[in-house]
């Protein structure tokens, strides 16, 4: 996801036991309505072609 501009990270760093990888955390902090809506856009295009 790095490569198409939205940066994620693994939602098990913000846990304090350890939990799979199954997760990613968002951050939409200080992001413009538009910028969430492109960024969940690239988000959904890549999972959809997994």
């Not at 996801?1 to 799979?20: E, L, P, R």
Request: hydrophobic share 40%; charged share 20%.
């Amino acid at each position: 996801m790095n490569k198409a501009g939205v940066t994620v990270s693994t939602g098990s760093i913000f846990y304090s036991t350890k939990n799979s990888d199954v997760h990613f955390r968002i951050s939409i902090a200080h992001r413009t309505e538009e910028d969430i809506e492109k960024g969940i856009k690239i988000i959904a295009n890549i999972l959809n072609n997994l």
